[in-house]
């Protein structure tokens, strides 16, 4: 069987990995291949931008090659897909070189847009790709007093981002001396201060010992940048001096140029990940439509579900369980206090109250990522 | 007739129905509809109470077997 993985952010890289240990004697004798097509060389620790955006990880630990993290059997390409065709069995990617399949996972990710909210990617700051990371650790550095605003675009991607920015930023401020010179005010799309209820019950007690302001049902509709004033869909308006920004997210572009699902994102069942309609193609990670968060450890857990499905269907032609939604994300609270969130499609999360310790086990996995993108971990 | 797309949002905590709907809508045409299913009983009143704060259309919201069909058109 050949098997093409498209993408080889978290969830390519993880699927590939867990894949070919347990397709050993397959891919010894020739019974089943595995080729991963990546738009580049090299592998990102996207979650590490925010360290970096605070001035706390240098751009260099956010990456490693590509090649290194991969399984040898793996056979790897940096050479985009630029066609799909879903019905042919066929992708043709930016060399021009044709790739033929038997079975197809899609795990091109998601990329923050800013520019679809008129005046917001020149007149905010957020932490979405090491440029902007870069930018708004100068931005922030320079920063000498005044309203810090948070607005929220929908979708985007990593959930926890929202407080994680407020609380972190808080701490950065604290330790400059400089809380008598900011005030925050936080503002969230929807009618509470975040999506998860316990994680926003958490977060106003957190609020008020700071003195974080907020307004929730506010979702941003233009930036006035020369008067500093972010308006909402909601007719309502809040003034900044500093205005950060969690952008709304699309899926790639490519995906929508081969109409494989509107803003990107593919529709798939949410417990098989096959794409609607198809039995031999596959999507994980942000890349599906599928209603939970957009996060590294969605597409990982979904890898692993796949990745034992797959190598079922190779070995028995039939897959033998279902991805669960799964979801677990860290929260940190602070400069050095955390907590977590984890959930399934069937129970809630009940995040408990921060600690240095989880903080702390933050710090590892960013290290100790790399051992879960060789989908060891 | 409006083209109506379906959000299958039951039993998912995050980012949870109504945003799932912020999102969704910006992707259908103005006036086409959205159908949110979700098991949550919170959403018979946030949806309706962002839809009316926004400017849309609140077509439907009925409750069978515990999912809550919510249908929301774009008018914007």
């Known amino acids: ?71 040898p059997e793996v056979e790897f390409h940096v050479d985009p897909v630029e066609e799909f065709n879903l019905d042919g069995n066929q992708v043709k990617a930016k060399s021009g070189k044709t790739y033929d399949y038997d079975l197809i996972v899609i795990a091109t990710g998601s990329r923050a847009v800013p520019e679809t909210i008129p005046g917001l990617a020149e007149n905010s700051i957020n932490v979405y790709t090491e440029q902007a990371a870069l930018e708004f650790y100068k931005t922030i550095s320079e920063f000498n007093g005044g309203r810090i605003v948070i607005a929220v675009g929908v979708p985007h991607k990593c959930p926890m981002i929202p407080p994680e920015l407020t609380f972190t930023l808080y701490d950065y401020f604290r330790d400059r001396g400089m809380l008598d010179k900011v005030s925050f005010h936080y503002t969230y799309p929807i009618g509470r201060l975040h999506s998860l209820e316990p994680v926003s019950d958490w977060m106003q007690g957190e609020f008020a010992q700071r003195g974080v302001t907020s307004e929730t049902l506010f979702n941003m509709k233009e930036v006035d940048g020369a008067n500093k004033v972010v308006y909402s869909e909601e007719e309502s308006e809040a003034k900044y001096d500093l205005l950060v920004a969690v952008p709304a997210h699309k899926g790639m572009e490519v995906l929508e140029t081969n109409k494989l699902g509107a803003g990107g994102w593919i529709p798939v069942d949410r417990n098989r990940l096959n794409i609607e309609g198809h039995d031999n193609a596959f999507a994980i990670g942000d890349t599906t439509n599928i209603p939970i968060s957009k996060a590294g450890s969605t597409a990982h857990y979904e890898a692993e579900a796949l990745a034992e499905n797959i190598a079922s269907m190779v070995k028995i032609g039939a897959p033998v369980r279902d991805y669960d939604g799964k979801v677990f994300c860290f929260i940190e609270a602070g400069k050095d206090r955390a907590t977590y969130a984890m959930f399934n499609y069937n129970k809630p999360p009940d995040p408990k109250p921060p600690t240095k310790s989880v903080h702390w086990f933050k710090m590892a996995y960013n290290q100790l990522y790399w051992a879960t993108a060789r989908g060891l971990l | 007739m409006a083209d109506r797309k379906i959000i299958d949002a039951r039993g998912t905590f995050c980012p949870g129905p109504l945003m799932e709907l912020i999102a969704g809508i910006k992707l259908i045409d103005i006036g086409d509809e959205l159908e949110v299913l979700s098991s949550d009983k919170g959403s018979a009143s946030d949806i309706p109470e962002w839809v009316n704060k926004v400017g849309h259309e609140m077509v439907s919201s009925t409750e069978e077997q515990g999912v809550w069909h919510i249908v929301v058109r774009r008018t914007k």
């Open chain 1, 1 to 71: 069987m050949k098997i093409l993985i498209v993408g080889g952010g978290m969830g390519g890289t993880i699927l590939a990995n867990n894949l070919s240990r347990r397709l050993k004697r397959e891919l010894k004798s020739g019974k089943a291949k595995i080729t991963m097509l990546s738009a580049s060389d090299q592998h990102m620790y996207q979650p590490g931008l925010l360290y970096v955006a605070l001035g706390r990880m240098a751009v260099d630990e956010l990456y490693r090659d590509q090649a290194s993290l991969l399984e």
